[in-house]
Each structure stands twice: as C-alpha cells, then as structure tokens.
C-alpha cells in the first residue's frame, strides 16, 4: 500500500465534505443496524459514490480497502474513517500550530475562481459595477442564482456564456463592455466558454452585506432582559400568572407571535387597534393558553396607549423572550436563569376543594388497587396513543373504557372529577401518564421541580466598600477621548443632538452615557469607558442650574479642538494649533525617549539587519502577520508575533525579541504595522499641489487659435444672426433677461457674452466686440443695451410697435442666397458661368438627375457636401470634363461654399437649382 496514494484520497473526500457541508457519519449508520462500527466493502464504495459522488479506480479501492479493512475480513471501519476525515489537525505534526492545519472548503459546489487577475483599475471599477448590481437586485428583490439555475441542470454552479447572457438581467445604466467584463472576471479557468454564476452570486450577497454595514455603522444598544419585561408597575398578580401561562404556550409550541400581529402593521409602529390585537392574539395562541374574553381585555388595558391603541411589539418581545437574554452573545458574564424541570409541562387544572378532595379519596382507591393487583397501566393506555402520534393523551370515552376493562370501577360522577382533573389545556382529552404516574408510585413520566422565588443576592451595605475607588486622570481621559475622535474622524454632535430636540445643550446622565456609547467610548468600541470615568466626566461638565443633567455642548467644544477652534472668524489672529499634537499613542506603549543607551544600539543593529534581509530577498512580510489579526486591529499577541517572524525566517535572539516587543507593544499587543514602518519604510507621497497649480496655469495661458473669417461689417454680422435665429427660432431675449434682475434693460459685456454663447450663434470674438461697441450703453461703457439689440433681431419676426402703425405694410425676412453671399472677381465670375453653361447644356440633352447622387453622400440630409465628395459626383455624371482646370473647379467651390460645423463644405442644393434654371427646367422638376 501506498502511503502517498491513500492519503490524496482521503484529501479529495476530505474536500468534497467541506464543500457540500457532508456529515460522513450519517450515510453509513443506515448500513449498520447493529452499530457494530463495519460495513462491506461494497456498502463502504456505494455511500461514497451516491453521497460524495466519487467514484474511484481499483488500485484507488485496494489501497483504502488496506487502510481500513482492519480485521481482513471484507468489512471497513467506517468510524475510523470517518474520524480520519472529520480531523480537524494532524495530532502527529507537533511543530505546527493546530490553528495554522484549519481546513477551509473550496468554492461553492466544488468550483474554482478565475485564475485571470484584472489590473487594479479594473478591480476597483468591477466593485463598483458589483455595488451597481447589488443595489439593482436588493431594490427589486431579483436573486441571480436564481435565474441562471434553471440551465444548471446538475446543480454544478457552472452555465455556458450565451446561458448566462439570456438569464442576466441588465439594468440600464451597465453597457455591454461591462457585462463582458463581468464574465472575463468570473470565467471558469477549466472549461473555455463557460460562467461560475454561483461565485458571482456569492460575491453579490457578502457585498450586501457590507454595505448594510457601511449604511448602518452605529452599533445597536444594548438591551437588557428588563427591557423586554413588562413594566415593573403591574395591575395585579393575576395578570402575571395570564402573561407567565401565555409565554410557557408560545415557548411550548413554538409560535412565532409577531408574525401574527405585523399582518396589521403595513407601516411597522409597533402599535395596532384593539380590536386587530385581540384577534391577532386568539388566532396566534388563544387556544393553546385557553384565553378568555375577560383575559383578553386584562391585557389589551395594560398595553394600551393613550391614544386607544395597543403596543404589540413590547407584548411580543416579553413573549418571545421569555426564557432566553437577547443578544446573549454580547453579554458573556450574564446569569441565565433555567425555568424549573416541569415547569413548561402540562400542569394539572386546579378544581374547587370539595372536588379535589373526593379526587384525593378516588386516587387512594385507585391506588390501593393497583398495588393490590400490580397493574401495569402505562401499556394499556399506550396502545390507544397510535392514531397520528404520540400526543399522550387519549379521548374520555377510551379513558373509560380502559378503566372498565382493567375492572377499576368509578361511578359516573367521580369519572367526570378525573377527567376534569387530569384534562390536557389544549385539546380537552385525558392526560394519562400524569394519571398513571398519580396513581402508579414505581412510574415516572416526568419530574417537577418546586417552583421557587428567585431572589438577589444580598448586596453589602453601602459603607462596605469591596474594591477601592479608582482614581482618574481627566487631562489623561480628555486626550484619550480627543484621539479617538481624531483618528476616527467622528463629528460628537451627531450622536449628541438627537437626545436633545430644543436644543438646550444639557441633557439628562443616562442620555450622555448611552451618546458616549454611541461614539465608541464602551466596552464593545475602540475605548472602554469605566464607571469612574464617566463620574468623571459627568461631574465635570455638570450643569450648574441642575445637577441631574450634562453639558454636552461644551464637552462637544472641548472635544472638537482637535479640528478647529470655534468662532474662529471672529479671531483671525488665532494660532490654530496642527492636530498631530492631539494623536496619543495606545495605552501601554513604551516612551522610546526613556529608553537606555544599550536598548538603542541593539534595536537599531537589529532593524538594520532585518531591513537589508527583507530588501535583498524582496520578503513580503504583511501576510504572516495579518493571518494572526483575525480582528483586523493591527495587532497581535507576543507568542503570534514571534511565530510569525519565524515563519517568515526573521530569526532573532532572545534579547533583540524583547527589545522588539518593548518598542511595539502596547494593552491590544504587538503593533505590527508599525514594525513594518520601520522595517519597509515608505517613501511619503509628494505634495503635489503647486506642480498641479502650475500646469493648470500653463495651460490656461497659452494663446487661442486665430480667427478664420471673420466678417469685419456690423451690417453682415446682423444679418448672420438674423438668418441664424430666423431659421432656428431662437429667442435671444430669454437668454439675455435672465442676466437682468432689476429689469432695467441692460447687462454687463461679460453677461451679454454669455448669453450670445448660449444662444449658440456660432459668433466669433471680433464680431462680439463689434456688436459691444454698437450697443454700449451711453455713459457706462460696462454695460451692453440688450433690448435694442433685441429688438433690431426680432426684425426678422414683426415689426415692433406695429399695432400703432397701421399703415405700415409688413414684410417677410427673406434668407439671403448664397450666391449672393460667396462673390466672386468678375474674371472667375466670367470663367464660373461659363463652365456652369457647359454643364447645363449637357444636363438639358441627357435629362440628367444631379440629387440623387448628392444625396446618397448627404446622410444627415444638411443640404451640404464634402470638395471631395462633390467631385466625385461630378465624375460619375461624366461632368467633371467640362471642368478642365483647376481654376475652374476652385470658383465652384468658392461659389457654392458655405460653412458646416466650422468646416467648409460644397452647397449641392443650391448648385443643382442653378444648372436647373440655366438648363430651362421648371423649379426642382426637371
């Protein structure tokens, strides 16, 4: 046998468990009837083939059947086995920490991640596409695992590519790069083409849950059982015994009881009518506790609310915890109280005293007979226990019938006593081993306890003092408090100001202690604040008008110094002191300065070596230690901080070991992150601010690009804005009032600037300063007459004033054309009419059609094309011969230029209209 080969067997089985969270144990008992401990070699392989899906080779076989066939005799020790793979650590392997052997399951279902890691970048932007999806999904309840597992049809958390895109739901903002990018990142590293939408859906749910972590960061209070109790002010003792009997009902039974009241609920206030509560009560538990009209009414007068309402919630918690501490987990040293042994039981009903004692005198016949006859009666009521299960009870008729056949004679009367008497609460029938145990004193059914008053422990008298008083340093409480607040970048009013709602700065102790506990300052945050230090602090800030409050207000001020000095603006000569000098270090930590001349000299030999060592190997130091910081504090403890330089073979002697801790250790341990500050140090990132500034300056300074044609008229500048806005509909004066608050008709140059910018009249900065010097205000040469700029725009519209002239003939704003527009020297005017003749004659014998071909290169339909593009047409319509020379084809362009998006392009429109006209076409129907 193979040592080697049945041990990676047993590391395969070992895995499949971890993996699918197998009990091994289980699988094999239903083979061994007899708990012998063995099962047949073949019954040993089928459990592992049908529950691990293993399926193994003959030599695979031979070699385990070796290990654990121990008697040869064909049967395998299957609990051997079993302890061989549940091991949580090799016992064997003593020069490793049991801790370090921790086996950890692989991926869901046996999956691996991908082994193709992304760039940083790509890291950071695939969280926050993750974060992306997360929200989407949580918002509209959407479970990815869910839609891809109807193409998994063997449940192996693997889809194929195109599987993956038909089941993801997309939401709008995520493009298709990312999605491709989601399934590069979660690609299955084995199998090319397909998605492990399993880890992606891990990853969706633990992302979830951080950022419930990050949206709710404040611990939750801390409550004690008597916040679950009922007020310690209670009617009577007779409502005590209704709630005790209805808490034993729902531990009994296991009834979830909110679940029957947050029906009426929709908006969660804790509180429902008193009719929805009586009725969520009898339906939750009525029958069980036996609840009565008149019991119902006890409770609902004593959880109701002023305003005629009851608070089912604190019902419901009193309810639900009633043998149980809430957050038990957090309070390691509170006393649980075990209920006594029968108490949760079905107690006997409690009858009249005549009856109980005739019930008395019935027991004692009945029990003299037994003890006579020696009656086994357990059996014979058993038998009638079979109809669903084992309910221990039994109807009256066969109770009687029972009694009748066991020759145990009891008169009518006296029948109905016992049934009464040992009646079970909730259905009605016969209790019979509690009969039977009655009456029967060799038989127990079960056993009660004496249900006793659970008292205090007696406390010492006040003069008794069992500990001394601790004394408290306030300068050294203040600095601690300023670094947590510092380092942690906490604002104290935040926590402060909702205890006090006039804003009064005071409030009441326990309100500043539970605020204190809020901030961090307890035994669950960064700094535990002791009974004297709070006494402290509260007599300190005590309110002098009363003593039973706090002036949190100025405890804010004195601890928020650490930002700033307030009403700093008021004191501009002020010297804001630098906030490193309110960072502590952690208590315990030694003061290096005090430290002797020898301890110098060897911790600064010793990180010389260590430092050399870690730069010439190129050591990664960070991962041996923070395996040990399970808490993620930054410290660990001496023993973890030796074992872990020795794994990363930083040997040192016992001398430069205590040198090391002295210098790092603190309460929490060992800072290693500082350890490695001194044995990595890392350069400080530049300040980069002023080589910022400097290239922002650089670039802000460069000249701007020259003007290309600029028209230099104030006439032609007119009547380029008036076709603008004629032709687009813009209204310049919407976007020039809203720089005239006082409505006084004028606006500064920078203004009017701008709103000729947001006009989008595509003007250039010669042609602004012409219409600025046009329209200056007379007097005030900052400022631009707006409206009669307005007006002489709107020209192209109405005539102003119109309705007092009517006499006035209007006129319509005709576009200029561009002919009239592009004017040529007459020389290439007499040379452009006569090529465009040349081409008109041709087109008037063909019937040529010249749009067609124009508008296969117009795609946006502008009525414009490219130089290049207008000679090509040209050619395929066998017209660019008639153009012999370049001087002739540089007037066409001329001609028919017009600008398009800061480009000059080629007016096909307006060249096809003339050919046309010189041809003797009727207009656009040639």
Same mark, same amino acid.
């Given at each position: ?66 290990? !654990? ?8 020790? !299957? ?43 790509? +890291? ?40 993956? #895109? ?19 990142? !979660? ?66 039974? %296991?009834? %979830? ?10 908006? %969660? ?39 005629? %309402? ?135 059914? !079960? ?92 007599? #300190? ?18 601890? +928020? ?36 001349? +020898? ?24 991962? #041996? ?108 004066? =919407?976007?020039?009032?809203?720089? =005239? ?41 900052? #400022? ?38 592009? +004017? ?103």
């Amino acid at each position: 046998m193979v040592v080697g080969d049945v041990a990676k067997v047993e590391e395969l089985i070992r895995n499949t468990a971890l993996t699918k969270g197998i009990r091994t144990t289980e699988f094999f008992l239903d083979y061994d009837k007899m708990r012998t401990g063995n099962v047949t070699t073949s019954q040993f392989f089928r459990v592992i083939w049908e529950n691990f899906g293993l399926k193994f080779n003959c030599e695979e076989e031979r070699s385990l059947s070796d290990k !654990y066939d121990l008697e040869n005799n064909g049967k395998m020790n !299957y609990r051997r086995f079993c302890d061989v793979i549940n091991l949580p650590f090799d016992a064997k392997q003593m020069h490793i920490d049991p801790r370090c052997q921790k086996l950890e399951p692989r991926e869901l279902l046996g999956s691996s991640r991908s082994l193709r890691p992304l760039s940083p970048d790509s +890291e950071k932007y695939m969280e926050q596409l993750l974060r992306r999806l997360q929200t989407f999904y949580q918002r509209r309840g959407i479970f990815l695992r869910v839609l891809c597992r109807d193409f998994d049809a063997h449940k192996t958390g693997i889809i194929t590519e195109s599987q993956f #895109y038909r089941s993801f739901v997309q939401p709008s903002g995520i493009s298709e790069e990312d999605v491709a990018k989601l399934v590069q990142k !979660y690609g299955d590293p084995d199998r090319p083409g397909f998605v492990n939408y399993l880890n992606i859906s891990n990853d969706l749910e633990a992302l979830g849950e951080v950022m419930e972590e990050e949206r709710a960061p404040y611990l939750p209070r801390i409550r004690d059982m008597g916040d679950y109790l009922p007020p310690k002010i209670r009617p009577d003792r007779e409502l005590q015994q209704l709630l005790d009997r209805i808490r034993i009902a729902i531990f009994k039974h %296991r009834v %979830r009881s909110i679940e029957f009241f947050r029906d009426y609920d929709k908006l %969660r206030s804790g509180v429902i009518t008193v009719n929805q509560f009586m009725a969520a009560l009898v339906l939750a538990i009525g029958k069980e506790a036996q609840l009565t009209e008149t019991d119902l009414v006890k409770i609902v007068a004593f959880y109701k609310t002023p305003d005629g %309402r009851v608070e089912y919630r604190e019902f419901c918690d009193m309810l639900e915890n009633a043998f149980n501490v809430p957050d038990l987990e957090k309070k390691p040293t509170q006393d649980v109280v075990r209920p006594p042994e029968g108490y949760l039981g079905r107690n006997l009903p409690v009858l009249m005293d005549c009856e109980e004692a005739r019930i008395r005198e019935v027991i004692d016949i009945i029990t003299d007979e037994v003890q006579k006859r020696r009656l086994m009666l357990y059996q014979y009521f058993k038998d009638y226990d079979r109809s669903m299960a084992y309910s221990r009870v039994i109807t009256p008729s066969q109770f009687g019938r029972i009694l009748t056949f066991l020759s145990i004679n009891v008169n009518q009367e006296d029948f109905r006593l016992l049934c009464r008497k040992f009646a079970d609460p909730t259905t009605g029938d016969v209790n019979y081993p509690a009969f039977v145990q009655t009456v029967d004193k060799d038989f127990v059914n !079960y056993t009660q306890d004496t249900v006793k008053d659970y008292q205090k422990e007696p406390t010492p008298p006040e003069d008794c003092e069992l500990n001394p008083p601790e004394t408290v340093d306030f300068d050294s409480l203040i600095q601690r408090i300023r670094h947590h607040i510092l380092v942690n970048r906490l604002r104290v009013v935040e926590y402060f100001k909702d205890f006090d709602h006039l804003r009064t700065g005071t409030m009441t102790k326990e309100r500043f202690l539970r605020c204190l506990s809020s901030l961090g300052l307890s035994s669950l945050g960064h700094h535990n604040l002791t009974k004297a230090q709070f006494e402290a602090l509260a007599e #300190y800030y005590r309110d002098p008008k009363d003593s039973s409050k706090v002036l949190w207000g100025r405890f804010e001020n004195d601890i +928020e110094s650490v930002f700033t000095i307030p009403y700093l603006e008021k004191m501009p000569t002020v010297q804001v002191p630098p906030s490193e000098i309110f960072v502590i270090p952690k208590p315990g930590t030694m003061d290096w300065r005090f430290a002797s001349d +020898e301890q110098r000299e060897r911790y600064d030999k010793l990180m010389s070596r260590l430092s050399a060592y870690v730069a010439e190997r190129r050591a990664h130091l960070y991962p #041996y230690f923070k395996s040990f910081d399970k808490h993620n504090n930054g410290h660990i403890t001496r023993m973890q901080f030796r074992q872990a330089l020795a794994m990363a073979l930083l040997h040192c002697s016992e001398e430069e070991m205590q040198t090391l801790e002295s210098k790092f250790a603190n309460d929490d341990g060992i800072d290693y992150v500082a350890f490695f500050g001194e044995v990595e140090p890392q350069e400080p990132l530049p300040f980069l601010y002023v080589e910022r500034m400097k290239e922002m300056r650089l670039i802000n300074s460069k000249r701007r690009l020259p003007e290309i044609k600029p028209l230099r008229d104030l006439e032609t500048i007119m009547l380029k804005i008036r076709s603008k806005v004629f032709k687009e509909r813009i209204r310049v004066h =919407d976007w020039m009032a809203d720089f =005239d608050k006082l409505n006084c008709g004028r606006i500064l140059k920078v203004n009017f600037r701008r709103a000729i910018a947001l006009c989008r009249l595509a003007l250039q900065e010669s042609e602004i300063a012409i219409l600025e010097d046009h329209y200056e205000t007379v007097g005030d040469p900052e #400022y631009v007459d707006y409206l009669r700029f307005d007006d002489d725009v709107e020209k192209v519209f109405a005539t102003k004033h119109m309705d007092k002239m009517p006499t006035l003939e209007p006129h319509l704003f005709q576009m200029p054309e561009q002919l009239r527009v592009n +004017e040529l020297l007459p020389e290439h005017e007499t040379l452009l009419k006569k090529c465009l003749q040349r081409i008109a004659d041709k087109v008037k014998v063909t019937r040529m059609q010249l749009f067609p071909l124009f508008e296969d290169y117009d795609k946006v339909n502008t009525g414009c094309v490219s130089r290049s593009q207008f000679r090509r047409v040209l050619n395929e319509l066998e017209l660019a011969g008639l153009a012999p020379t370049e001087t002739e084809w540089i007037c066409l362009w001329e001609k028919f230029s017009t600008q398009v998006g800061g480009r000059e392009d080629v007016n096909y429109l307006t060249f096809c209209d003339v050919v046309y006209g010189m041809a003797g076409f009727e207009w656009r129907h040639p």
